[in-house]
């Protein structure tokens, strides 16, 4: 993944982050910030699961997630995040990944695999956090 450069506003985002429970994500720092400070505040959206790896690969991509979840993803996703359903980051399960970035989503392939079938992933994504009640 390549985040886009953000010099002297990246420490104006590093601000504490909630999920959408209203919980800390006390470990999260936002890799990519609007040219403008300050930044929003920043929510982790739900998980996305809708594939599953039994035709050509697992298949999260954003065109797809939106449509099936209209309104939810923000226009520009400052990050994505990747798991299997156990919970294992992407980067760590070894599998070759299609793509896996803010403006497309996630893709494995099975094509791509040593093993021919990819895990089931799991995507969300970082959004400004939903205003409140
Ligand atoms: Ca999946």
């Excluded at 959408?20 to 609007?34: I, R, W």
């Excluded at 400052?78 to 919970?87: D, E, K, R, V």
């Excluded at 970035?101 to 959004?127: H, M, P, W």
Aim: aromatic share 10%; glycine share 8%.
């Amino acid at each position: 993944m390549v985040w886009g450069s953000h010099g002297e506003h990246y420490a104006a985002c590093n601000i504490v982050q909630h999920d959408q429970f209203g919980g800390v994500l006390t470990a999260f720092t936002p890799p990519k910030c609007p040219e403008i400070a300050p930044c929003p505040l920043l929510c982790y959206t739900q998980w996305f699961d809708r594939d599953n790896p039994s035709g050509n690969g697992d298949y999260e991509s954003l065109t797809e997630l939106r449509v099936e979840n209209p309104g939810i993803i923000c226009k520009r996703p400052y990050s994505i995040q990747a798991q299997t359903l156990t919970g294992v980051d992407a980067n760590t399960t070894g599998q070759v990944i299609a793509y896996y970035d803010t403006e497309i989503g996630f893709a494995c392939v099975n094509a791509q695999q040593k093993k021919s079938q990819c895990l089931d992933y799991k995507v969300r994504f970082v959004c400004p956090c939903p205003a409140g009640p």
